[in-house]
């Protein structure tokens, strides 16, 4: 097989011509073919004359002369092969063609070859014109075979054959069209070739442009973005992610997140990233706060998918968040600061008003009395609006603590009832209250905020209700959990509002602010707190019949370590 | 027979002025000292039947005070009521202290529990080691 395709290659020619290659790597199958009947010549002739003792010769000189012949064909083969091998063009196919010519002249008797067998002959050289040379060479090549056949009959004195001119021609004839046909289709396809071959460049060159334009975005785009195969491990990171981690890209690449983690993530940061990329499906909003070395870090994810809706990998969003988790911190120190600046002189004036109040400096006449009275109330109210900033600078700066005791829901209830009447009968609504059979006789939790919870909620339902009245209810909710709802005939919640009213600083509508007082902080204090002991906030409500503010809570308290008051 | 008496430890001004208001009122004497080694000298002499306590103080802490006179004999008969605006610490101190009272601290809600607490009142009419934390 080696040495088959050692042939095979002998036979290639190097062109950068695709029509020159192959008519000259045709001339060199060619000369192959006659190079193996050039050898078999030689080898039937020897054991012919061994066999024979010489008697198949007629005299010596015809014996010379096959020897010379069949020697000088293959020659004739060498040159021409290594002519075509070197030598671009038509010059080894015309040789080779010349050479078949004069073999088909020489390969019988003068008379058979001027009006017998040796006329087929010479359709080998016309023939092969038109695919070594050129498609119209076989038309010389028929007008050459039949000057020589005219010069051999001649030579022995007859009238050149017609015929046999009329042959070579039409042998012409189709040899020609069928190379012609051969030629075109060859060029057509090479046509078609190129223009593949362009398309193709064309499209590469696209792809590579899309890609380095998605490469620079990538590369430009502030926040770190880091791609996770489904192996989890790292497959693309752009620099602001580098710059990020304070690591090189390289020390980035096919890392998992944990790797990347370790040494500059706190244990607990790094549950958070594994468990936010692990379960990226379950959370709709998955984005997380770590501190990452110095860094405070977001980090959001999505899942990568292909238009076929496979899931290749998960990209992950860094942005730095330092400076923001600072101004953060700092406004929670300063609000706490502040807040505790300003309870001193309330405590202060606070005091002097009750004292007032409470005739130590003497009698007050009337006016007097109420003067004071309205000055109780706004002071209080100040120290409750302080009180609530100082709640929220804590929940934000996580240290609100909650104080863990026992007590009875029908206390609770009463407590509340007690510091609600009055505001509710000022505005004519009646206060009603009501605790569960099945309600346990004690009950665990921070009284003090339970407490503040309801009064929160009460005073809301009075704010907002003009007439009817305001239930306060403690009842089972299921076998682990109990419930206490505050339920009012007043304006409703509408359903857009909803959602946001538990954020800080919101109103339904801002002119409620003003009209209903407020500074909008109680609910998302309360939110907050009901979310510390583990419980959730309901809301029912339909906007001018009334509203239910249900709080449900745990039977068995689940706070978290540390926010608990020791 | 002189009045009982009592002392108010507290840094504030205006406070230590509404406490000793407070205390006069329940018909006691009242002292005012703004400062923890103050406080600590004065008590080298006199025994106070009540203390109204406030734990953040100039150089002397409030518990160092309060670990100060629950260590010596001489003021068994001393109580005492935390007033302070951290429950947290407040909690702390809640097995040494008679009472605890948060702040801000009703004048009226101190005047009548020091009034309790008055060595004049018969044992039995006294209120028992409880805390309050109201915060409203």
Known sequence: ?566 | MSKPLALVVEDEYDISIIFARALREAGYEAEIIRSGDTALTWLAAEVPDLVILDLNLPRVPGPKILEHIRGDARFEKTRIIVATAYPRLAAQMRSQADWILIKPVNFGQLRDLAARFSPDLPQGEQPGRSTDDSDE
């Open chain 1, 1 to 566: 097989m080696a040495a088959l395709s050692k042939i095979i290659q002998l036979l290639d020619v190097p062109s950068l011509d695709p029509d020159d290659a192959r008519r000259r790597k045709l001339v060199n199958i060619l000369l192959l073919g006659l190079a193996i009947v050039g050898v078999l010549a030689l080898v039937a002739t020897v054991v012919a004359d061994i066999a024979s003792a010489g008697t198949v010769w007629e005299s010596n000189q015809d014996r010379l002369t096959a020897y010379i012949g069949i020697s000088a064909t293959l020659v004739g083969v060498g040159i021409i092969f290594a002519i075509n091998r070197y030598i671009a063009g038509w010059l080894a196919s015309t040789l080779l063609l010349l050479l078949l010519t004069a073999a088909a002249a020489f390969s019988d008797a003068p008379e058979e070859v001027a009006g017998g067998r040796g006329l087929l002959v010479f359709a080998i050289p016309i023939m092969m014109g038109s695919v070594v040379l050129r498609p119209y060479a076989s038309f010389i090549m028929a007008g050459l075979s039949s000057l020589a056949l005219s010069a051999i009959a001649l030579g022995l004195g007859w009238v050149p054959n017609p015929f046999a001119t009329l042959v070579f021609f039409m042998i012409a004839v189709v040899s020609w069209l069928a190379a012609q046909t051969m030629e075109r289709a060859l060029k057509d396809l090479r046509t078609l070739n190129v223009e593949l071959d362009q398309r193709v460049r064309d499209r590469t060159r696209e792809l590579a442009e899309s890609l380095s334009k998605t490469e620079a975005i990538l590369a430009s785009t502030a926040d770190g973005i880091i791609v996770f195969d489904t192996n989890g491990k790292a497959a693309v990171a752009n620099p602001a992610l580098a710059g990020l981690l304070a690591r090189p890209i390289g020390e980035i690449v096919d890392r998992d997140i944990e790797e990347l983690m370790s040494d500059t993530v706190g244990a607990e940061d790094r549950e958070v990233v594994a468990a936010l990329l692990a379960g990226i499906q379950e959370a709709r909003f998955p984005s997380v706060k770590v501190k990452w070395g110095k860094r405070t870090l977001s980090v959001s994810v999505a899942p990568v998918r292909l238009e076929s809706d496979e899931e290749i990998g998960t990209v992950a969003v860094f942005r730095d968040f330092t400076r923001e988790a600072e101004i953060d911190r700092m406004k929670s120190t300063f609000v706490s600061i502040a807040s505790h600046e300003l309870r001193t002189p309330l405590n202060a004036i606070l005091g002097y008003v009750e004292m007032l109040k409470e005739g130590v400096y003497g009698d007050l006449l009337e006016q007097q009395k109420g003067a004071v009275g309205r000055l109780v109330v706004n002071t209080n109210h100040m120290l409750s609006l302080v009180n609530n900033l100082l709640d929220r600078a804590r929940i934000e700066a996580g240290t609100l603590r909650l104080n863990i005791s026992s007590f009875s829901a029908a206390n609770l209830i009463d407590g509340v009832a007690g510091v609600m009447e009055v505001a509710a009968q000022n505005k004519g609504l009646e206060l009603t209250s009501y605790v569960g059979e099945d309600v346990p006789q004690t009950l665990e939790g921070d009284w003090q905020r339970l407490h503040q919870i309801l009064i929160n909620f009460v005073n809301n339902a009075v704010k907002f209700t003009e007439k009817g009245a305001v239930d306060v209810r403690i009842c089972m909710r299921d076998v682990d959990h109990w419930a206490m709802s505050v339920a009012d005939t007043g304006i409703g919640v509408p359903e857009d509002a909803r959602g946001y009213i538990f954020e800080p600083f919101r109103q339904v509508d801002e002119s409620a602010t003003r009209e209903y007082g407020g500074a909008g902080l109680g609910l998302s204090i309360v939110k907050q707190l009901v979310e510390l002991m583990g419980g959730w906030i309901e809301l029912e409500s339909e906007v001018g019949k009334g509203s239910t503010f249900t709080v449900v809570l745990p039977l068995e308290l689940n706070v978290p370590e540390g926010a608990i008051e020791d």
